[in-house]
T-cell receptor, first 113, second 111 residues
Framework: DGGITQSPKYLFRKEGQNVTLSCEQNLNHDAMYWYRQDPGQGLRLIYYSQIVNDFQKGDIAEGYSVSREKKESFPLTVTSAQKNPTAFYLC????????????FGDGTRLSIL | GQQVMQIPQYQHVQEGEDFTTYCNSSTTLSNIQWYKQRPGGHPVFLIQLVKSGEVKKQKRLTFQFGEAKKNSSLHITATQTTDVGTYFCAGKSNYGQNFVFGPGTRLSVLP
C-alpha cells in the first residue's frame, strides 16, 4: 500500500542536541511538507519541498533544517537553536504544489528531557 | 501575512444535532481545503473548493466557499459519534506561496 511513514513515533531530545525526524513516501509525490502542531492549535508550516534538491521555508522555519536528496525522503532536523521543540510533527506529501490534497503520516511526538 | 481563523474553537453537540464550523481568511484564497483529524490521528483530506460560491456535498457534510473567496463553512447534518474530531480548513492565498491551516474546530458528539 502506498503511504507516508514517519519515524520514530516518539522522540526525546536533550538540551543542546540536534535530532532528525524521518519521513518517507512511496506515493511518487513531488511535493513534501513538514508541519508542527501544538495542543489546541492548527498546523504550522515549517518547510516544504516542491521537487528533489529544492526546498522552501514555511512560516516557522527558524531552528529547523531539511534536505531533499531523494524524491521519497524529506528528513527534518530539529536543531539546538529551536528553543521550544516540544510538539507533534507531521509530514505530508502531495502530487504537486500548491497541494491538491495532502497525505499525512502518523506523526512524531517530540519531547524535551 | 495571511491568517486563517475558525469558529467556534470547540463545539459539543448531542448525537443527531447539526453542526457548523466557519473559516475566515484575511486574504483572498485561490482555493479552500477541509481536513478532519480524529483524536490521536493525522489529518485526512475531505474536499477542495475552488470556485467562488461553490457548494459541495458529501453525504451528511455540506461545504461552501464564499463569494469573495475569503470564507468557507462546513455543515454536518444529524451528527454521529463517528463525526468526532477536529476539522481544519486550509488554503493558499492569491498573494503568497505558503499553504496555511486554520486552528481547527474540535467537535464532540454526545451519544
Amino acid at each position: 500500500d502506498g503511504g507516508i511513514t514517519q519515524s520514530p513515533k516518539y522522540l526525546f531530545r536533550k538540551e543542546g542536541q540536534n535530532v532528525t525526524l524521518s519521513c518517507e513516501q512511496n506515493l511518487n509525490h513531488d511535493a513534501m511538507y513538514w508541519y508542527r502542531q501544538d495542543p489546541g492549535q492548527g498546523l504550522r508550516l515549517i518547510y516544504y519541498s516542491q521537487i528533489v534538491n529544492d526546498f522552501q521555508k514555511g512560516d516557522i522555519a527558524e531552528g529547523y533544517s531539511v534536505s531533499r536528496e531523494k524524491k521519497e525522503s524529506f528528513p527534518l532536523t530539529v536543531t539546538s537553536a529551536q528553543k521550544n521543540p516540544t510538539a507533534f510533527y507531521l509530514c505530508a506529501s502531495s502530487v504537486g504544489h500548491p497541494p491538491r490534497d495532502q497525505h499525512f503520516g502518523d506523526g512524531t511526538r517530540l519531547s524535551i528531557l | 501575512g495571511q491568517q486563517v481563523m475558525q469558529i467556534p474553537q470547540y463545539q459539543h453537540v448531542q448525537e443527531g444535532e447539526d453542526f457548523t464550523t466557519y473559516c475566515n481568511s484575511s486574504t483572498t484564497l485561490s482555493n479552500i481545503q477541509w481536513y478532519k483529524q480524529r483524536p490521536g490521528g493525522h489529518p485526512v483530506f475531505l474536499i477542495q473548493l475552488v470556485k467562488s460560491g461553490e457548494v459541495k456535498k458529501q453525504k451528511r457534510l455540506t461545504f461552501q466557499f464564499g463569494e469573495a473567496k475569503k470564507n468557507s463553512s462546513l455543515h454536518i447534518t444529524a451528527t454521529q459519534t463517528t463525526d468526532v474530531g477536529t476539522y481544519f480548513c486550509a488554503g493558499k492565498s492569491n498573494y503568497g506561496q505558503n499553504f496555511v491551516f486554520g486552528p481547527g474546530t474540535r467537535l464532540s458528539v454526545l451519544p
